[in-house]
């Protein structure tokens, strides 16, 4: 990852020949501390990729709402590579923006490792999580920046979408509730909202999780797991969630197992009992009484079958009990 960064260089009486002249007319990224942003309160962290049609116009409500809050802040537009013109919009901006910060990637990262990096590089005590493509009520971010500030016992918020307008609706309803519902039996906590886009949390509390943030977009069901498995309070508003503008990025079958993979990896790592002792011990009654048939059917003799279900029991039950031991024993948890 790199980023570009505006350097002044300094006058030399012979100018180097081979040296490649920057134009004057063009805007560079700031990427460096602006004056007197030392006390920024809260950093919003905006993916943009290939929304050079409404990303100024998102600018545009986030600031608005900031400016209109009194809460200092700072808007990081991370580029991912953009192939149209977003870049070079949010330069062309850059100078009607003071708070905003452009970083921009050299090649295509994935929206998580967009959020992890401009997370990491947060100047603001919070950081807020969105989206560039209009479907999020922007306008919001101060309300949910407002509840971290007022209650101490709350680390994050998320804004609980109302309704589902994305892409493959009628596949991605049934889908997104089956993952709901084995994140909540997982983490024993109801979840309106897995995998919303829109988030506030206290940077201080994120940052040991940021390293666990996959590069694709269950990198929000990430923050969630990793937030509810370690009893971080998440408090969920109910939001209006619009049609987004643009083309979708999301693939309904290949990032409908991502975010189930990324459930049970999450859940794995923070409380591997919760994952494999169920099956363990299911297989283990099952066994049992598997063994007690084949008693009483043909007494003295145990199918090989029976004993394969059982002994298979006790390796998971086995693995649970190591996987729980190393995880009690990392100390990050």
Same mark, same amino acid.
């Given at each position: 990852?790199?980023?570009?960064?505006?350097?002044e260089?300094?006058?030399?009486?012979?100018?180097?020949?081979?040296?490649?002249?920057?134009?004057?007319?063009?805007p560079?990224?700031?990427?460096?501390? =602006?004056?007197?942003d030392?006390?920024v309160?809260?950093?919003i962290?905006?993916?943009?990729?290939?929304?050079?049609?409404?990303?100024?116009?998102?600018?545009?409500?986030?600031?608005?709402?900031?400016?209109?809050?009194?809460?200092?802040?700072?808007?990081?537009?991370?580029?991912?590579?953009s192939?149209?013109?977003t870049?070079?919009?949010?330069r062309?901006?850059?100078?009607?923006?003071?708070?905003?910060?452009?970083?921009?990637?050299?090649?295509n990262?994935?929206?998580?490792t967009?959020?992890?990096?401009?997370?990491?590089?947060?100047?603001?005590?919070?950081?807020?999580?969105?989206?560039?493509d209009?479907?999020?009520?922007?306008?919001?971010?101060?309300?949910? =920046?407002?509840?971290?500030?007022?209650?101490?016992?709350?680390?994050?918020?998320?804004?609980?979408?109302?309704?589902?307008?994305g892409?493959?609706?009628?596949?991605?309803?049934?889908a /997104?509730?089956?993952?709901?519902?084995?994140?909540e039996?997982?983490?024993?906590?109801?979840?309106?909202?897995?995998?919303?886009?829109?988030?506030a949390?206290?940077?201080?509390?994120?940052?040991?999780?940021?390293?666990?943030?996959p590069?694709?977009?269950?990198?929000?069901?990430?923050?969630?797991?990793?937030?509810?498995?370690?009893?971080?309070?998440?408090?969920?508003?109910?939001?209006?969630?619009? /049609?987004?503008a643009?083309?979708?990025?999301?693939?309904?079958?290949?990032?409908?197992y991502?975010?189930?993979?990324?459930?049970?990896?999450?859940?794995?790592?923070?409380?591997?009992?919760?994952?494999?002792?169920?099956?363990?011990l299911?297989?283990? =009654?099952?066994?049992?009484? /598997?063994g007690?048939?084949d008693?009483?059917?043909?007494f003295?003799?145990?199918?090989?079958n029976?004993?394969?279900?059982?002994?298979t029991?006790?390796?998971?039950?086995s693995?649970?009990?190591l996987?729980?031991?190393?995880?009690?024993?990392?100390?990050?948890v």
């Open positions: 990852m790199s980023t570009e960064s505006a350097t260089t300094a006058p030399v009486s012979v100018p180097a020949p081979e040296a490649e002249a920057v134009p004057a007319s063009l560079q990224d700031r990427t460096e501390p =602006v004056s007197g030392s006390g309160h809260v950093t962290v905006l993916p943009c990729y290939n929304e050079q049609d409404h990303v100024i116009a998102e600018i545009e409500r986030i600031c608005a709402a900031m400016d209109a809050s009194g809460k200092s802040y700072e808007l990081l537009a991370v580029d991912d590579r192939t149209d013109d870049l070079a919009r949010l062309e901006a850059a100078p009607r923006f003071p708070t905003m910060r452009i970083m921009a990637f050299q090649h990262s994935g929206s998580g967009v959020r992890r990096i401009g997370s990491q590089q947060a100047r603001g005590d919070i950081v807020v999580w969105t989206d560039a209009m479907s999020y009520p922007n306008e919001r971010i101060p309300e949910l =920046v407002e509840i971290l500030d007022t209650d101490p016992s709350v680390d994050q918020v998320v804004g609980a979408r109302r309704t589902e307008e892409t493959h609706k009628l596949l991605r309803v049934p /997104k509730w089956f993952i709901r519902k084995t994140a039996r997982l983490t024993n906590t109801k979840i309106p909202d897995l995998n919303s886009g829109l988030r949390f206290r940077r201080s509390v994120a940052l040991p999780y940021l390293r666990l943030l590069p694709g977009f269950s990198c929000v069901t990430t923050i969630t797991i990793a937030f509810l498995s370690n009893q971080h309070p998440v408090r969920y508003v109910p939001i209006d969630y619009a /049609k987004r643009g083309k979708s990025k999301f693939h309904f079958t290949k990032d409908a991502r975010y189930i993979l990324q459930v049970l990896r999450m859940v794995m790592y923070f409380n591997p009992l919760k994952v494999l002792m169920p099956l363990a299911w297989l283990l =009654v099952i066994g049992i009484v /598997k007690v048939y008693m009483v059917a043909h003295g003799y145990f199918a090989n029976t004993i394969m279900i059982f002994v029991g006790l390796i998971i039950a693995l649970a009990l996987a729980d031991l190393i995880v009690r024993s990392r100390g990050d």
